[in-house]
Nanobody, 123 residues
Framework: VQLQATGGGLVQAGGSLSLSCAASRRTFSNNGMGWFRQAPGKEREFVAGISWNGGFTSYTDSVKGRFTISRDNAKNTVYLQMNSLKTEDTAVYYC?????????????????WGQGTQVTVSS
């Protein structure tokens, strides 16, 4: 099972980036999916989650109104659109597949993890 996160990069504050996470070797259409991030010297934190059918989404407060999580089960891919980026959004972003159809905020609820993609927001 592999989750491949792509789309990271360097962007100026106020800019946008779109992350993608493609799954291979198995389908995750019945699993919740989440995005987490880890900044240097900090713990990994929940960013956004989406239920198995996209009917329920959740976000950490700091990204509400700026980030949008979505998924395309036909493509076995989950996305994170990030707008109005801030320097504090700088981190390695990870996608993960949950154990259950919902996407919990606790990382212990996820079984499969991608390798991470670096997002750097400059001032």
């Amino acid at each position: 099972v592999q989750l491949q996160a792509t789309g990271g990069g360097l962007v100026q504050a106020g800019g946008s980036l779109s992350l993608s996470c493609a799954a291979s070797r198995r389908t995750f259409s019945n699993n919740g999916m989440g995005w987490f991030r880890q900044a240097p010297g900090k713990e990994r934190e929940f960013v956004a989650g989406i239920s198995w059918n996209g009917g329920f989404t959740s976000y950490t407060d700091s990204v509400k109104g700026r980030f949008t999580i979505s998924r395309d089960n036909a493509k076995n891919t989950v996305y994170l659109q990030m707008n109005s980026l801030k320097t504090e959004d700088t981190a390695v972003y990870y996608c993960a597949a949950a154990l259950l159809p919902m996407a919990p905020r606790d990382s212990s609820g996820y079984r499969y993890w991608g390798q991470g993609t670096q997002v750097t927001v400059s001032s």
